[in-house]
Nanobody
C-alpha cells in the first residue's frame, strides 16, 4: 500500500534553513503528482508547494515563493522541501501528499490528494 514518511522537521531560529524529506513506497512514485502541505495549530491544512510527476512543473503558495523549493528524486523515491529564510509563521506540521491526478488542477488543494504522510514538525522561533 502507499506509504509516505516525512522527516527533517526541527526547531530553528528565524532566518534559518531546513530540508524536509518524504520517503515514498508502495506505488509507482514517478507517475504521481507530489506536494507539501502544512497545518499550524488551530488552522486548516494549507498547500505549500506541488511538483509534477517528472519534476518539470512546480507550484508554490505565495507565502513561500522565493524561500522554499520543492524537488523530487524519481530514482530513490524521495520528495524534498528546501526551506530557507524561515519565519515564525512557517511553524506548522508539514505533510507530504501524493495523487495521480492532482497536478491537473490549477490550484493546490487538500481535497485533490488521496495519500498522506503522518507529518513532521517544524518550529521557527523569533
Amino acid at each position: 500500500q502507499v506509504q509516505l514518511v516525512e522527516s527533517g522537521g526541527d526547531s530553528v531560529e528565524a532566518g534559518g534553513s531546513l530540508i524536509l524529506s518524504c520517503a515514498a513506497s508502495g506505488y509507482t512514485y514517478s507517475s504521481y503528482c507530489m506536494a507539501w502541505f502544512r497545518q499550524a495549530p488551530g488552522k486548516g491544512r494549507e498547500g505549500v508547494a506541488r511538483i509534477s510527476s517528472a519534476g518539470r512543473r512546480t507550484y508554490y503558495a505565495d507565502s513561500v515563493k522565493g524561500r522554499f523549493t520543492i524537488s523530487r528524486d524519481n530514482v530513490g523515491n524521495i520528495l524534498y522541501l528546501q526551506m530557507n529564510s524561515l519565519k515564525p509563521e512557517d511553524t506548522a506540521m508539514y505533510y507530504c501528499a501524493a495523487d495521480l491526478y492532482a497536478c491537473t488542477w490549477s490550484l493546490l488543494r487538500r481535497s485533490n490528494f488521496g495519500y498522506w504522510g503522518q507529518g513532521t514538525q517544524v518550529t521557527v522561533s523569533s
